[in-house]
């Protein structure tokens, strides 16, 4: 009784405290508060999709910038834009005083957060309030209610919405935190509960795992939230990741725009999202949107939210978190329903009535969302950085939108997420969609860093998501067909040799037509006796399968090939095009065309089942120039980031697998670990030092068994 009483208590000051919050600090119906600037405190894609919507709402636009992003496409974009501090998110995006000085300073009547950063945070929304400054987002104590996990649970149960039951109690030690796991069953899931985006969040399979992946979360939930309070929970094995999109405004209306099937991840963070979830009667469909509409009333929420689900393979589903924000995914919910989400959120936070009640919203075709990301999926997904030297994406129409917060020449930050673009498709339904996706995804071609485009193909093609057969082990389940090696046909080769032989005599006729010295080779006149009884080889190397292409040149264009013992008759046309090469060939009978992209001492062909990566030759003298990174028997850093812990002394004996430094890249924590059995010589940086990708982390002496 003692119990039940508290949490009544708990519940009426809670309903109190909303209310108040509303009443003063929410516009009325009939006062309503016009936005005419607007400011958004935060970078990339996001920031770049806010100003397009207030542009054409005739929004002024306030952008906000870090010394990383001094030159980046949402600071072009924005009428006004203001630095805020260096790169790191600490000392700039996340600093909401200077965000709130800015909007001061700039006459901005209202705040757009974006997703991340201080999107979440109820301090920040409380600042707004207190500075007369309109949130566009949901009212400090939803925000506060629902980023608690714990909190949300109970709130959720009370208000009869399906959860998973666990542990998310005071105490937390590691021994209770054990304690409760063993007594849920392994498997278990832990997470931060301030987490979001898969950050502070671990599976456990097994009881002996369970502590060192309790500090890892632990460590990187204070990275993330500054928070490292933890929860444990059952892991429903084979779940599927539902969500539902919810908008409610200040005068009690509340809606669902259907759901987005989001299951398909890699570490923990979503990669690819569809909507609606295939497979899902009209029953459970509204279901759903009913039990996400309950958790929104019981929070007095306004805005734009995302409730989130774990559905099972009985489709029962159970509650996981609110996030109470715009989501990543939220172009999917408006591809389906013909909405603006952004241009809904600045009208209900001005105080109008949401534009659509649910029985106006009607759900139409199918869509889905691919993330682009600078990583390296065969590298287990580490994040990259470094220049974007080529970005050519396919050309945005009824059924394709693309969106970035890059162009071509910009740089991918190792201070934020790695993130490149969304692309997002929509078809009348789930089997043509995922065509325009597919042909889309081999459209969209980058040179400069490791992306997962063509990962995100594989994905799209797999029989089992074409059937939507998805669930969040969906990946490590199909990891040897997703990750199946590739190996470059001669044709392929052909197709490059081609290319540079065309490439060559396209730079000899340019040189030919510019040359006035009628003396000189490359004088007009001269030309017909170029490429006569031509006969060369070209070295070429991909997926580390290396060939020698023998290239004979018979004339009228037309060249006979040799590589692997076969031989080919190879003919075509190159067309330049900006940085780019239009390529047709004609292998034997077979014709195909591509994209070339020239890159040094590699050749970047884009066909239509994905990109290949072509390494020339090079000279003996610029090997010798050259030089590994990193030493032998060393740990090095396998991509750009900042040390955040060093976990062993000069002189130290460690085994292989043994942790030796703990990195934090683009927002996330990776273990370096030893390769082998060895003695730590020296440690080459401290906590707090930045690094770059192959970077030599500490030097060692492998021990050598005299056995």
């Known amino acids: 009784m003692i119990t039940l009483s508290r949490r009544c208590c708990y519940q009426g000051w809670q309903s109190v405290w909303r209310h108040s919050y509303r009443q003063q600090h929410t516009p009325s119906g009939t006062s309503r508060r016009p936005i005419n600037k607007l400011l958004i405190a935060n970078r990339g894609e996001i920031a770049c999709r806010v100003m397009r919507t207030a542009r054409r709402m005739g929004v002024r636009t306030v952008a906000v910038f870090s010394d990383a992003d001094r030159h980046a496409l949402h600071v072009d974009m924005a009428d006004e834009a203001y630095h805020i501090g260096p790169a790191p998110s600490q000392e700039s995006y996340l600093r909401g005083e200077k965000i709130l000085q800015v909007a001061r300073a700039a006459g901005a009547q209202a705040v757009h957060p974006g997703y991340g950063f201080l999107s979440e945070n109820v301090e920040f929304a409380e600042m707004c309030a207190q500075e007369g400054v309109i949130f566009v987002g949901p009212p400090a104590p939803a925000i506060r209610d629902m980023g608690i996990k714990s909190t949300s649970k109970q709130i959720m149960s009370d208000a009869n919405v399906p959860i998973v039951g666990g542990y998310h109690g005071d105490d937390q030690s590691n021994e209770r935190l054990r304690q409760e796991a063993d007594k849920i069953g392994f498997p278990v899931m832990i997470k931060a509960v301030r987490g979001g985006g898969g950050k502070g969040m671990r599976i456990v399979m097994q009881t002996e795992d369970f502590e060192s992946q309790l500090e890892s979360a632990r460590r990187e939930a204070i990275k993330s939230f500054g928070d490292d309070v933890m929860m444990v929970e059952k892991y429903v094995q084979r779940p599927r990741h539902v969500e539902v999109q919810i908008f409610g405004d200040h005068h009690n209306n509340y809606v669902y725009l259907f759901e987005r099937d989001c299951s398909v991840q890699r570490r923990h963070q979503k990669i690819i ?164 996706l597919t042909a889309a995804l081999t459209q969209y071609n980058i040179v400069g860093v490791n992306t997962n485009v063509d990962f995100l193909l594989s994905l799209a093609t797999h029989p089992s998501f074409k059937t939507g057969d998805v669930n969040t082990d969906f990946i490590p389940a199909h990891q040897h067909q997703l990750f199946a090696e590739c190996i470059p046909s001669h044709q392929l080769y052909c197709q490059a040799a081609l290319a540079l032989e065309l490439s060559r005599e396209h730079d000899v006729m340019m040189m030919c037509a510019g040359s006035r010295d009628p003396t000189s080779p490359f004088y007009p006149a001269t030309t017909p006796a170029l490429n006569h009884t031509v006969c060369r080889t070209i070295s070429l190397a991909c997926e580390g399968q290396e060939e020698a292409v023998h290239v004979h040149y018979l004339g009228g264009g037309k060249y006979r090939m040799g590589v692997g013992g076969g031989s080919y008759d190879v003919s075509g046309h190159l067309v330049p095009h900006n940085d780019t090469l239009l390529l047709t060939a004609a292998v034997d009978a077979t014709i195909t065309r591509s994209k070339v992209v020239r890159d040094h001492h590699h050749l970047h062909i884009f066909t239509q089942n994905g990109g290949w990566k072509m390494s020339l030759a090079v000279a003996k003298f610029e090997k010798e120039l050259g030089g590994g990174s990193g030493v032998a028997g060393s740990a090095v850093a396998p991509m750009p980031g900042v040390i955040e812990k060093v976990v062993v002394a000069p002189g130290q004996v460690v085994a292989a697998g043994d942790p030796l430094v703990v990195m934090i890249a683009m927002k996330m924590e990776y273990v370096i670990k030893a390769g082998h059995a060895g003695v730590v010589e020296k440690v080459l940086f401290t906590p707090g030092e930045s690094v770059a990708k192959n970077t030599t982390l500490v030097k060692m002496k492998e021990t050598v068994n005299d056995n």
């Not at 007095?300 to 989501?327: C, K, P, W």
């Not at 013909?338 to 029985?359: I, M, S």
């Open 273 to 436: 999202e569809e909507a609606p979830a295939p497979g899902l009667t009209w029953e459970v469909r509204r279901s759903l949107g009913e039990a996400a509409v309950r958790a929104g009333r019981a929070v007095g929420y306004v805005g734009a939210g995302t409730v989130e689900f774990i559905l099972d393979e009985s489709h029962n589903f159970y509650f996981m978190e609110m996030n109470t924000r715009l989501q990543v995914e939220h172009p999917v919910s408006e591809m389906i329903t013909n909405t603006d989400l952004v241009e809904w959120q600045l009208k209900v936070a001005a105080g109008e009535r949401l534009p659509l009640l649910q029985d106006d919203i009607k759900l139409s075709g199918h869509s889905f969302e691919a993330r682009i990301y600078a990583e390296d999926p065969k590298g287990g997904f580490l994040p990259g950085a470094g220049p974007l030297q080529h970005l050519s994406t396919p050309e945005p129409d009824a059924h394709i939108r693309i969106e970035t917060g890059v162009r071509q020449g910009d740089e991918v930050s190792v201070h934020y997420d790695p993130m490149i673009a969304k692309l997002v498709v929509w078809g009348h339904d789930r089997t043509h969609a995922l065509n325009v």
